[in-house]
C-alpha cells in the first residue's frame, strides 16, 4: 500500500495506509465488510461510520441513509475514498472461519501439501505433512471477491464484463500459502483446490457465462492444472497444483471432496450430503449409486436477503428460543445485537411458528409487520418469505432425488450437514421450519468436508473418479409443483410423523 492517508479501524484496532483519492473498498473487505449487492447500492449492508476525517456522502449515500445519519458519519463503505486520514467504525467484524481439525492418517509420499477449500464468502487452508498426514498450520481469510457480492450469480454478473475476479482471488490463494509454508515453501510438492463450480471457474479464467442462464451447463468443468509460474506463487517449478473438478452445473468440487469426506459411497444404507448455501447442493447415495444435484436456494441461509442481515460475527443473533412464550435472542460476543445471522433466521422462524406468533402460511398473525426479536432487531414479512424461498428449494431438491431414486424420505439413515451454516444452524429448527423432513436423530453436522476431503485427495485417499450422475433439478418437469408443495411451513401435528 503506497503511503500517504492513515485509515484506522475502531474496533479492530488496525491502520493502514493508502493514497488520496483511492476506492476503499477491497481493503474494507479484508478486514470483514462484506458487500452483500455488490456496490450496487441496494442493500446499505456495507455501512460504516466516520469517527474522525471527511468523506464526503456521495448520491448513493444520501438515498440510502437519512440526514441525521449522514450528519452522524454514516456512509456506505463501497462508495468510501480517501480524502483525509479517516478513522472509521466497522459495523462489522469477522468471525472464525471453519476449517477441519478431523485426524488422519499418513501416507507414502514425503514433503509438505497444501489443501485449499475456496469458498464464496470463506477461503481455508491447511499444510499437511504428507508422511504423517499430521496438520501443521491453518489460515482462513475472507474471499476478497466478496467486494463485488456476497452471492455467487452477483460475482457472475460482474465477471461478465471484467475479469478482475481472477487475480484477485489467485493473489488471496497465493497469500494464504505464503504464510502457511513461511520458510518452507521448498518442501511443497502439491496444493489441492476445492470449491464450487463458479469458484472453480474464476480461479481457473474459465467463462461464467454459461452459468447466467439455464441449463447452467458449462463445457469446462474438468480439473485444471497450473504451474506455480502461471499463479506467480513463489513454490518449487515441479509442485502440482490443481483445481479439482466439478460434478455438473452448480455442483463444485467441494461436493465430491464431501462425498469421499463422509464416505457417502459406502454400505448398503441411504445416505445423504447437504451444504446449505446460496447455492444448495445435495448429494443422495450408497455404494451402489450416487445422485446429485443443486437447489438455487438464494441467499437467505448466509442472511445476505435478510432486511437485517449479517454473517455470524460479533453482534449477530444466532440463537433463538421460546421460553414461556416469551422470544429469547443469544448474540455472539454476548453485546448488543446489530442484526441477524443464517442459524438466527431459522431459529427465529422456527421459534415463531411454535408460539403462533407465525402461521404456516409464512404470514405473520393479527396482521403485524415484524416479529420483535432484540430492542433493535426485527424479523419482517419479506426476511419470512425469503426464507421460505430457500427452504422450499431445499426441500424439493431432496424429494426429487430421492424420488429418482426410487426412495423416499424414510429411507434416508442419515443426512450430513456440511459448511459453515450446516454445521450451526439447530437441527430440531431445520426440522420445524421443514427444511429437512426427517426426524433430528438422522441429522448429523459433518464439519467442513470440502477441506477434509481435499486433504484426503492429498494423502491418496480419495478417488475423484468415482461415477456420480447429476440432476438439473431447473429442467425436471416436476421441480415447479414439487418446490410449491415445500413453500408452506409445516403444521406442529404433523412434525410428529416423522420417523
Known amino acids: 500500500m503506497n503511503d500517504g492517508l492513515r485509515v484506522e479501524l475502531v474496533p479492530l484496532g488496525v491502520s493502514f495506509q493508502v493514497s488520496r483519492g483511492d476506492v476503499l473498498a477491497n481493503v474494507l473487505a479484508t478486514y470483514g465488510i462484506e458487500f452483500p449487492c455488490g456496490g450496487a447500492e441496494m442493500c446499505g449492508g456495507c455501512r460504516v461510520r466516520v469517527l474522525e476525517g471527511t468523506a464526503t456522502p456521495t448520491e448513493k449515500d444520501a438515498r440510502v441513509f437519512t440526514r441525521d445519519e449522514l450528519?452522524?458519519?454514516?456512509?456506505?463503505?463501497?462508495?468510501?475514498?480517501?480524502?483525509?486520514?479517516?478513522?472509521?467504525?466497522?459495523?462489522?467484524?469477522?468471525?472464525?472461519?471453519?476449517?477441519?481439525?478431523?485426524?488422519?492418517?499418513?501416507?507414502?509420499?514425503?514433503?509438505?501439501?497444501?489443501a485449499v477449500d475456496l469458498g464464496t464468502t470463506t477461503i481455508a487452508a491447511q499444510l499437511l505433512d504428507l508422511a504423517s498426514g499430521t496438520v501443521l498450520a491453518v489460515e482462513t481469510m475472507l474471499n476478497p471477491q466478496a467486494t463485488y457480492g456476497a452471492d455467487i450469480m452477483t460475482r457472475v454478473c460482474f465477471a461478465l464484463t471484467n475479469s478482475g475476479l481472477t487475480p484477485l482471488i489467485r493473489g488471496a490463494v497465493g497469500q494464504l500459502i505464503r504464510e502457511l509454508a513461511a520458510q518452507r515453501q521448498s518442501d511443497v510438492v502439491e496444493v489441492v483446490l476445492v470449491g464450487n463450480a463458479v469458484m472453480h471457474h474464476l480461479f481457473s479464467l474459465l467463462d461464467v457465462e454459461p452459468f447466467s442462464h439455464l441449463p447452467f451447463a458449462s463445457a469446462n468443468l474438468g480439473e485444471q492444472s497450473f504451474t506455480p509460474a502461471e499463479l506467480n506463487w513463489s513454490l518449487p517449478a515441479n509442485c502440482r497444483i490443481r483445481f479439482v473438478r466439478c460434478i455438473g452445473g452448480f455442483v463444485g468440487s467441494d461436493i465430491l471432496a464431501g462425498i469421499g469426506a463422509v464416505n457417502l459411497a459406502s454400505g448398503s444404507g441411504l445416505r445423504a450430503l447437504i451444504d446449505l448455501g446460496t447455492n444448495g447442493e445435495i448429494a443422495i447415495g450408497n455404494r451402489e449409486r450416487i445422485l446429485c444435484a443443486s437447489a438455487a436456494a438464494g441467499p437467505a441461509f448466509e442472511a445476505a436477503s435478510i432486511r437485517m442481515g449479517m454473517r455470524a460475527s460479533t453482534g449477530a443473533i444466532n440463537r433463538v428460543s421460546l421460553r414461556d412464550g416469551i422470544l429469547e435472542c443469544t448474540v455472539i460476543g454476548n453485546i448488543s445485537a446489530r442484526g441477524i445471522c443464517g442459524s438466527g433466521v431459522v431459529d427465529a422462524v422456527a421459534a415463531g411458528l411454535q408460539c403462533g406468533a407465525i402461521l404456516p402460511s409464512g404470514r405473520l398473525a393479527s396482521g403485524a409487520r415484524e416479529l420483535p426479536l432484540a430492542k433493535s432487531v426485527t424479523l419482517s414479512q419479506s426476511d419470512i418469505h425469503e426464507l421460505q424461498l430457500a427452504k422450499g428449494a431445499m426441500a424439493a431438491g431432496l424429494r426429487i432425488l430421492l424420488s429418482h431414486w426410487g426412495a423416499g424420505l424414510g429411507d434416508l439413515e442419515a443426512v450430513y450437514l456440511s459448511g459453515a451454516f450446516g454445521n450451526y444452524v439447530r437441527a430440531e429448527s431445520a426440522v420445524r421450519i421443514g427444511l429437512l423432513e426427517i426426524s433430528t436423530e438422522r441429522i448429523l453436522a459433518a464439519g467442513n468436508t470440502a477441506l477434509r476431503g481435499a486433504k484426503m485427495l492429498l494423502l491418496g485417499r480419495l478417488d475423484t473418479n468415482t461415477e456420480i450422475e447429476h440432476l438439473s433439478l431447473a429442467l425436471d418437469p416436476s421441480f415447479q409443483d414439487t418446490f410449491v408443495d415445500c413453500l408452506a411451513f409445516p403444521q406442529g401435528e404433523a412434525l410428529s410423523t416423522l420417523r
Open 71 to 114: 450528519a452522524s458519519g454514516w456512509r456506505l463503505g463501497c462508495q468510501l475514498r480517501a480524502e483525509t486520514t479517516l478513522k472509521l467504525y466497522i459495523d462489522q467484524w469477522a468471525a472464525p472461519i471453519l476449517a477441519d481439525d478431523a485426524p488422519l492418517g499418513g501416507s507414502t509420499r514425503s514433503g509438505l501439501g497444501i
